[in-house]
């Protein structure tokens, strides 16, 4: 969870930073906030589709490969996904993980060794079933507001940008990984390459 909080840090530090002459209420108005956010949805359906393409295509043998000791598995880094999808993305929002989920700082990395691919699967499913109900079902007046995290204040637009971006890493990982164990994208499949 650490190192999720940093590297969400790290590419906010990248992000534009409003100046006070300039403020998120300023520049936004629910009908900006209502099309930022489906702007947000629609990106992230699109990787949520591939990554589940991926996560059915890859076959179970290979969910515990691993490129080199120390890096994610197969099963880690779609579980790491899944947790995004239960915590991360409803926080751009305002929203909370879902009910029983624990606290993140425990229950994230006991998630993220599950192995059996139902398992990930299901979780993969829930947690986009959540993270998508959680942006959904914003106030949209709640969005014209900057949020704090650690120590800076950020905006809507700033941290879905760095929301999608970090998802869209993680489908380039995991359709390295993918080739590395001899599955093709099954999108790139239609397209032929």
Known sequence: MRNRSLAILTALAAAPVITNSLLAQDVLDLKSAAEIRTQFLADLDTV?????????????AKYTWQPAPGTRTVANALMHVATEWYVWVPMTVGG?????FGAPREAIPKLE????????I???????????QQVLAADLST???????GARSITLTQFAFAMAGDLHEHLGQLVTYARS??????????AGS
Do not use: N, Y
Not at 122 to 132: A, F, N, S, V
Not at 181 to 190: A, F, I, N, Y
């Open 113 to 120: 060794q599950l192995t059996a691919k139902a398992e990930v």
């Open 48 to 60: 949520h589709v591939k990554i589940m393409a991926l996560a059915q295509a890859i076959p179970e």
């Open 181 to 190: 164990v001899g599955v093709v994208p099954p999108w790139s499949v239609k």
């Open 96 to 100: 909370k993980p879902p009910a029983g």
């Open 143 to 149: 969005l014209l507001a900057s949020r704090q995290l």
């Open 122 to 132: 299901d979780h993969l499913t829930k947690g986009w079933e959540h993270g998508r």
